[in-house]
């Protein structure tokens, strides 16, 4: 019988407080363990919530209320959202067996779920990767159907997985030799909507060490992996770490940060973002066997609000180069180092042909402006006033995360915002010109949540009036 990790915390002590000193560049809320809804006497780990974040699956291990009873396996429950809370779960009876039943992903309409192992018998499931579609007619998930993964081998008796909602990403746990209960992260592709999934590639030595690497998940809007990994001096507790990818490879990470915010001394893993910014993950630090927890992901790019003038950002020169404010702290004092434009901050901007105005910083996958680039606006709208011979020319940018298609859209509504702020504000639409150019010219790097956090912004340049 093949089994995921689901209760390596059962053997679990206390352990004195982390030692890790790396900062976050994630934060995230106090983590609350959740009620009775969701947690029980029994173990309940692996949280996966629907694209919508209006329902939860999740695992439960030793519980009486399995189909193969308290010893018989492990099964898939779910849970539909009530307003802030939870309804009571329920079995999903139709999909499990007496078996290990184990749910690793989610389709984005929510009519497909995947699950770890495949089934030979009614009580028997062997390693592999299989799926459910959820019948309309019946309504009711059909039996999970057997998925091909090219050249799979698991040697050991646990492993894990995780299928993205595209149905395009499968991030592997597998042991690391045989009969090993340590394993290493790993990923394989699929072109067809998961029929067929490529053979699983190690993900590098950046993010598997020695120690045991598990529970993978992976944030398209950050562009970062998170997994938990155990610890030398006690393998039976485990942390939450994230690291950033660096490149278009599945081999280039950072270096991986312990997300300290949401780890104790105990067990923590299976870490699940939902698009809403809820962070759902299992943890033992109330008791031997882990229940889920909920926090909150405060900022998804805490760097938005907090962007450094760096030289980029505090140039005011020609077309050349660019003129950009992360934020209105300018004053009188950074102005005349700069340009010796401004006398005061709340005056209307000099205008200087062809200067380019950044406004950086935009959450992610959002075309509001923020509070803090409202002084900016204003001058310029001043400015535009005060001088009626000049147009304006205003770009929007996105990251590059997502489709093209998508992000040329939503950097087409980024510069809609800008203009309607001058619309409002009296300026003629004869003199604004507005564009969006998706992610096709980025000002900063996408390997980082910093640069991410730079290219998605708006660009606004005074020219003249021919």
Same mark, same amino acid.
């Given at each position: 019988?093949?089994?995921?990790?689901?209760?390596?915390?059962?053997?679990?002590?206390?352990?004195?407080?982390?030692?890790?000193?790396?900062?976050?560049?994630?934060?995230?809320?106090?983590?609350?363990?959740?009620?009775?809804?969701?947690?029980?006497?029994?173990?309940?780990?692996?949280?996966?919530?629907?694209?919508?974040?209006?329902?939860?699956?999740?695992?439960?291990?030793?519980?009486?209320?399995?189909?193969?009873?308290?010893?018989?396996?492990?099964?898939?429950?779910?849970?539909?959202?009530?307003?802030?809370?939870?309804?009571?779960?329920?079995?999903?009876?139709?999909?499990?067996?007496?078996?290990?039943?184990?749910?690793?992903?989610?389709?984005?309409?929510?009519?497909?779920?995947?699950?770890?192992?495949?089934?030979?018998?009614?009580?028997?499931?062997?390693?592999?990767?299989?799926?459910?579609?959820?019948?309309?007619?019946?309504?009711?998930?059909?039996?999970?159907?057997?998925?091909?993964?090219?050249?799979?081998?698991?040697?050991?008796?646990?492993?894990?997985?995780?299928?993205?909602?595209?149905?395009?990403?499968?991030?592997?746990?597998?042991?690391?030799?045989?009969?090993? $209960?340590?394993?290493?992260? %790993?990923? &394989?592709?699929? *072109? !067809?909507?998961?029929?067929? +999934? @490529?053979? =699983? #590639?190690?993900?590098?030595?950046?993010?598997?060490?020695?120690?045991?690497?598990?529970?993978?998940?992976?944030?398209?809007?950050?562009?970062?992996?998170?997994?938990?990994?155990?610890?030398?001096?006690?393998?039976? $507790?485990?942390?939450?770490? %994230?690291? &950033?990818?660096? *490149? !278009?490879?599945?081999?280039? +990470? @950072?270096? =991986? #940060?312990?997300?300290?915010?949401?780890?104790?001394?105990?067990?923590?893993?299976?870490?699940?973002?939902?698009?809403?910014?809820?962070?759902?993950?299992?943890?033992?630090?109330?008791?031997?066997?882990?229940?889920?927890?909920?926090?909150?992901?405060?900022?998804?790019?805490?760097?938005?609000?907090?962007?450094?003038?760096?030289?980029?950002?505090?140039?005011?020169?020609?077309?050349?180069?660019?003129?950009?404010?992360?934020?209105?702290?300018?004053?009188?004092?950074?102005?005349?180092?700069?340009?010796?434009?401004?006398?005061?901050?709340?005056?209307?901007?000099?205008?200087?042909?062809?200067?380019?105005?950044?406004?950086?910083?935009?959450?992610?996958?959002?075309?509001?402006?923020?509070?803090?680039?409202?002084?900016?606006?204003?001058?310029?709208?001043?400015?535009?006033?005060?001088?009626?011979?000049?147009?304006?020319?205003?770009?929007?940018?996105?990251?590059?995360?997502?489709?093209?298609?998508?992000?040329?859209?939503?950097?087409?509504?980024?510069?809609?915002?800008?203009?309607?702020?001058?619309?409002?504000?009296?300026?003629?639409?004869?003199?604004?010109?507005?564009?969006?150019?998706?992610?096709?010219?980025?000002?900063?790097?996408?390997?980082?949540?910093?640069?991410?956090?730079?290219?998605?912004?708006?660009?606004?340049?005074?020219?003249?009036?021919?």
């Amino acid at each position: 019988m093949t089994f995921f990790k689901p209760f390596l915390s059962v053997f679990a002590v206390f352990l004195s407080a982390l030692l890790l000193g790396q900062s976050d560049s994630f934060k995230f809320g106090k983590p609350i363990v959740m009620d009775s809804s969701i947690n029980s006497s029994a173990e309940e780990t692996n949280p996966i919530m629907t694209t919508d974040g209006q329902g939860m699956f999740f695992v439960r291990t030793l519980s009486g209320e399995n189909i193969g009873g308290l010893y018989g396996g492990q099964d898939v429950w779910y849970s539909d959202k009530k307003g802030d809370s939870f309804k009571k779960a329920e079995n999903l009876a139709e999909i499990n067996n007496h078996g290990n039943n184990v749910i690793v992903g989610v389709s984005k309409n929510g009519r497909r779920l995947y699950f770890l192992n495949q089934r030979t018998r009614k009580s028997k499931n062997k390693a592999g990767l299989s799926r459910s579609d959820y019948n309309l007619q019946a309504k009711a998930w059909n039996r999970p159907q057997p998925v091909n993964v090219n050249d799979l081998e698991v040697l050991g008796e646990f492993y894990g997985c995780f299928i993205d909602k595209n149905e395009q990403l499968a991030l592997w746990s597998l042991p690391k030799k045989t009969n090993s $209960d340590d394993c290493d992260l %790993y990923v &394989s592709f699929s *072109s !067809d909507k998961g029929e067929n +999934w @490529s053979r =699983p #590639i190690y993900m590098g030595d950046i993010i598997n060490s020695e120690n045991d690497e598990m529970s993978p998940f992976f944030d398209e809007k950050t562009n970062c992996l998170f997994f938990s990994r155990n610890r030398k001096d006690n393998p039976a $507790d485990y942390d939450i770490y %994230y690291t &950033s990818k660096l *490149s !278009d490879s599945w081999t280039s +990470w @950072s270096k =991986p #940060i312990n997300v300290k915010q949401l780890n104790s001394p105990k067990f923590d893993a299976y870490l699940y973002i939902d698009s809403l910014g809820n962070a759902y993950f299992s943890s033992n630090r109330n008791d031997s066997l882990s229940d889920i927890f909920k926090s909150r992901v405060l900022t998804l790019d805490s760097v938005t609000d907090t962007l450094p003038l760096d030289e980029d950002t505090t140039e005011m020169v020609s077309q050349t180069s660019k003129m950009a404010f992360s934020s209105d702290s300018m004053n009188a004092e950074s102005a005349t180092k700069l340009n010796k434009s401004y006398t005061d901050s709340n005056q209307p901007i000099a205008p200087i042909i062809d200067t380019v105005y950044r406004l950086v910083g935009f959450d992610f996958d959002k075309s509001k402006i923020k509070p803090n680039h409202n002084n900016t606006l204003k001058r310029l709208s001043d400015s535009l006033i005060e001088n009626p011979d000049l147009k304006l020319e205003i770009t929007g940018h996105t990251d590059s995360t997502g489709p093209s298609a998508y992000n040329l859209i939503l950097s087409e509504n980024r510069a809609k915002a800008a203009v309607n702020y001058f619309l409002r504000n009296g300026i003629s639409s004869s003199r604004i010109e507005a564009i969006g150019k998706g992610e096709e010219l980025p000002f900063a790097t996408n390997s980082t949540i910093e640069g991410r956090a730079k290219n998605r912004r708006v660009e606004i340049k005074l020219s003249q009036i021919k």
